[in-house]
Each structure stands twice: as structure tokens, then as C-alpha cells.
């Protein structure tokens, strides 16, 4: 089974901060990883599809990057509306595991 | 509009069954791959079963496989995940959700049914 590890677990960032979150996979899964954003108390949306495609009507300050092993979810300048947990998931094979989160807040 | 209504949740004792029911609108149900996800309190996504559109593959996350069924009625347009076995460790919010069509994950969600599982 692939696991994946994110990093950090939780951060806090001043609105208009660059803002990187990384999700490692224990083996290789080309480019089938996918990010999610769940708001608190809401149902999660899909971001990011294929490592790095914007979901459509996605902001574009939101954007994914990486293959094989290390990923990343990076927003360019943090919103308040940003506030949520995100998750990474690989789609390569079952089972689709997701990272365990991160919860990002406003500093 | 892309609709997902997820229905049958509630408070079920240890060993015992359930069936959540998942209507879809807005799309070509047959087209699509479906999946369950649920989430327990306080705690992360996990995902637990997919089904292909044809209902010709499935798939189980080792925590549910020999106890949980997925399956679909296209003529309905509902996806179901039949639930027997129960424990108190099944116990959370149930989402369906539909695939993309390009990959194996999942573009809407919906709201989510919850299952408690306890004596």
C-alpha cells in the first residue's frame, strides 16, 4: 500500500503569504495525486487533479507541482476564505489513500 | 447541476447493518465511477470503496473488505454501500462522491450521511 505523509500537520500564515504544503508518497505514483480542500464543518472540494491541473473554477492562486514521490500544494497569496484543511490523495492504486491534513489558519 | 443525496444513516449497535443509499442527478450516472468516503469525528478523509461505472469492478479499503458491498442501479441512479458487521470504529460521516471521468478521484462530493455505531 502507498502511504502518504504531509507536512506540516498545521501552519499559521499572515493573509497574503506564499503558502507550500507537501505530500509524500512512501512509493513512486507518477502523477495520479490529487488535493482537496475541506472549510470547517463543510464537505470537501476537489483543487487539483494529475499533480498540478486546476479543477475547474478553482482560484488561480492555488497550484500543484511534483511526480513520483514528493508533491506540493502551493498558495500564492493566502485569503481568508483560505482557512481549511487540505488533504493530498493518491489515485494510482487501490487502496486511494489520503494524507493525513493540514490545517491551515490565519496568522 | 451535479447533485449527490446520500441517505440511510443513523445509530446501529456493534454487529449489526446498514444500508446508505446515494441518488445522483446532473449527469450520465452510467458514465461515471462512484466512491465512498467517510470521515470520523474529528478526524481525517479515508477512503473506503470505489465502483466502476459498468458495476464490472470494485474496490475496498482493507478495513471494511468481507464486511461492506458497494453497488449500483443505474436505472435508479443510486449507488449503494450495504454495511453489515458494524463496529463502533465504522463510526462516521459517509460521503459519496462521483469520479472525474480521467482518474480515480473525486470532483463532487455530497453533504454526507452519518453513522454511528454504538451499544
Known amino acids: 500500500d502507498i502511504q502518504m505523509t504531509q507536512s506540516p500537520s498545521s501552519l499559521s500564515a499572515s493573509v497574503g503569504d506564499r503558502v507550500t504544503i507537501t505530500c509524500r508518497a512512501s512509493?513512486?505514483?507518477?502523477?495520479?495525486l490529487a488535493w482537496y480542500q475541506q472549510k470547517p464543518g463543510k464537505v470537501p472540494k476537489l483543487l487539483i487533479y494529475a499533480a498540478s491541473t486546476l479543477h475547474s473554477g478553482v482560484p488561480s492562486r492555488f497550484s500543484g507541482s511534483g511526480s513520483g514521490t514528493d508533491f506540493t500544494l502551493t498558495i500564492s497569496s493566502l485569503q481568508p476564505d483560505d482557512v481549511a484543511t487540505y488533504y493530498c490523495?493518491?489515485?494510482?492504486?487501490?487502496?486511494?489513500?489520503f494524507g493525513q491534513g493540514t490545517k491551515v489558519e490565519i496568522k | 447541476e451535479v447533485q449527490l443525496l446520500e441517505s440511510g444513516g443513523g445509530l446501529v449497535q456493534p454487529g449489526g447493518s446498514l444500508r446508505l443509499s446515494c441518488a445522483a442527478s446532473?449527469?450520465?450516472?452510467?458514465?461515471?465511477?462512484m466512491t465512498w468516503v467517510r470521515q470520523a469525528p474529528g478526524k481525517g478523509l479515508e477512503w473506503v470503496s470505489d465502483i466502476s461505472g459498468s458495476a464490472g469492478s470494485t474496490y475496498y479499503a482493507d478495513s471494511v473488505k468481507g464486511r461492506f458491498t458497494i453497488s449500483r442501479d443505474t436505472s435508479k441512479k443510486t449507488v449503494y454501500l450495504q454495511m453489515n458487521s458494524l463496529r463502533v470504529d465504522d463510526t462516521a460521516i459517509y460521503y459519496c462522491?462521483?469520479?472525474?471521468?480521467?482518474?480515480?478521484?473525486?470532483?463532487?462530493w455530497g453533504q454526507g450521511t452519518l453513522v454511528t455505531v454504538s451499544s
Open positions: 512509493q513512486g505514483s507518477s502523477n495520479y
Open positions: 446532473g449527469f450520465t450516472f452510467s458514465d461515471y465511477a
Open positions: 490523495q493518491n489515485y494510482d492504486s487501490v487502496p486511494r489513500t
Open positions: 462522491a462521483k469520479t472525474q471521468g480521467s482518474g480515480w478521484f473525486n470532483d463532487y
